[in-house]
């Protein structure tokens, strides 16, 4: 890891989405910042930290966590897709817009043609009226 990096953040076969940290940045401050990322240490794997249920949305929580750490003034390498400021985020899904809808409903309308309207009875004269 190049020394000015303060973390790094990949993926791995066995423990998918891991992130670990520079010797230069002390332990306990390092591990409080990934435990509060969803991270948890990999026991077997000293300086290692995994995803916790990376199924659930995983590299949107690690492009989330890649932001927050810059954010607060670390230097941070990751996997291009990983990496907010190298990569293009995950599409969302379109959510429905009301209004939207209802002026494309009222143009449709406007641009249709009206039905004539009926004409009205004839006015009756007044001596005729019951």
């Known amino acids: 890891m190049d020394p ?5 953040f990949g993926t791995h076969e066995q423990h998918g989405f891991v992130a670990a940290f520079n010797s230069s940045l ?7 910042y990934l435990v509060r990322e969803q991270f948890e240490p990999v026991p077997e794997q000293p300086g290692l930290f995994r995803l916790t249920e990376p199924e659930r949305d995983g590299q949107r929580r ?4 890649v932001h ?14 990983l990496d907010p400021a190298l990569s293009a985020s995950p599409p969302r899904p379109a ?5 939207a809808e209802r ?12 039905p ?5 009875p004839p006015p009756t004269p007044p001596a005729a009226r019951p």
């Open 116 to 120: 004539p309207r009926a004409q009205p």
């Open 95 to 99: 959510r429905s817009n009301g209004l």
């Open 4 to 8: 000015g990096t303060h973390f790094a």
């Open 68 to 81: 927050d750490l810059r954010r607060h003034g670390y230097t941070v390498h990751a996997d291009v897709a």
């Open 62 to 65: 690690t492009r989330q966590a």
């Open 103 to 114: 002026r494309s409903r009222v143009a449709q309308a406007a641009a249709g043609r009206s």
């Open 26 to 32: 002390p332990a306990h401050l390092a591990h409080w």
